[in-house]
């Protein structure tokens, strides 16, 4: 297992395992008992850093979300595992109400909401501490000077470790660090958004915002990481659902341009020449280059989860990482 430190503070800082395992569909989808074979697998693999929300998985049961935290709870208090392992959730992304889908309808980013809400993820996580606390998606009705206050005193009373910002736009992520740096508050240090080998297009408004494809990672970002050493960024969905092993998950439109054709062409050719699947050059390249990035990966059983950590052995060349740098540039 490779390793990296979070956090620039020598008190709250965090040496982490450079593969995260998400949970977001354990207690859901992914029964208990696989959930606890593959949470067992990680741990025995040398893996430490393990993700949740407070809102995973709301969209399978037509719930609130929760599943996940208490799934995590059980498991935690099962194997009597205390602050060896670092536990991330998030915040501002739990409906209301039960719904069955993906909504614009969310609890926010309120005072109130972080406040009630940290307290609910530590009971369910039977933690004192959530080691790495995010906001969720930004929440534009809330302005943005309270939300930092509100996770800075966190921070600082010590019921959380970290503050992460999660799919929210470079500006928004410079505008929080700022203010929380004038107020003397600390800011945020990881980030959490889609990142991975095929770069997406980002022009295409969605969901959460009419402006563009909010919680991917564009050029912006990237440059804004190079400028901010003490980020670490968080790569969530790195091996796109099974989109570059799977013949039977394509990949979505935004993927449909010819970038992502030329930097197929060289995936295949390393794949080739490391005898590993394309999963694992993918991981193995978001690890080894010049910026702290943690890919994130989930599973729905042992073999799955076993597949990514391999990556964490495999050494791409200088060449080979040039190669798979260079590839899409001019297209």
Not at 104 to 133: F, H, N
Not at 218 to 224: E, F, K, N, T
Request: charged residues 20%; contains cysteine; hydrophobic residues 40%.
């Amino acid at each position: 297992m490779r390793y990296l430190t979070i956090g620039t503070d020598p008190i709250r800082r965090r040496r982490v395992s450079q593969i995260a395992l998400g949970a977001m569909l354990m207690g859901t989808v992914t029964d208990e008992s696989t959930s606890y074979a593959i949470l067992d697998r990680y741990v025995e693999s040398g893996g430490t850093f393990i993700d949740t929300s407070n809102n995973y998985a709301f969209w399978i049961n037509g719930t609130q979300g929760g599943e996940s935290e208490q799934l995590l709870g059980r498991w935690l208090r099962s194997r009597g595992i205390g602050d060896e392992l670092t536990i991330a959730t998030k915040v501002g992304g739990r409906p209301p109400r039960p719904a069955t889908q993906l909504t614009e309808d969310l609890e926010g980013l309120s005072p109130g909401v972080i406040k009630e809400s940290v307290a609910r993820s530590l009971e369910q996580l039977g933690r004192d501490r959530i080691d790495v606390y995010y906001a969720h998606v930004p929440d534009p009705a809330v302005p943005l000077e309270e939300q930092v206050e509100a996770f800075g005193t966190l921070v600082a009373d010590g019921t959380v470790g970290m503050v992460g910002l999660s799919n929210f736009w470079s500006w928004q992520i410079e505008r929080a660090r700022t203010m929380a740096a004038a107020a003397g508050l600390p800011g945020c240090e990881v980030l959490q958004h889609h990142h991975t080998y095929f770069r997406a297009r980002t022009d295409e408004g969605g969901l959460r915002s009419r402006d563009g494809s909010i919680g991917v990672v564009d050029g912006q970002l990237l440059s804004y990481l190079r400028a901010e050493p003490g980020l670490t960024l968080v790569a969530y969905t790195p091996l796109l659902s099974g989109g570059y092993v799977r013949a039977d998950k394509p990949l979505e439109a935004l993927y449909d341009h010819a970038g992502t054709r030329a930097r197929r062409v060289v995936l295949d050719q390393v794949v080739r020449e490391t005898g590993a699947t394309a999963n694992q050059v993918v991981l193995a390249w978001l690890m080894g280059g010049e910026l702290p990035i943690i890919p994130l990966v989930g599973a729905s059983s042992v073999a799955q989860l076993d597949e990514s950590l391999a990556a964490a052995e495999l050494e791409l060349s200088e060449d080979q990482r040039q190669r798979l740098d260079a590839a899409g540039h001019n297209d």
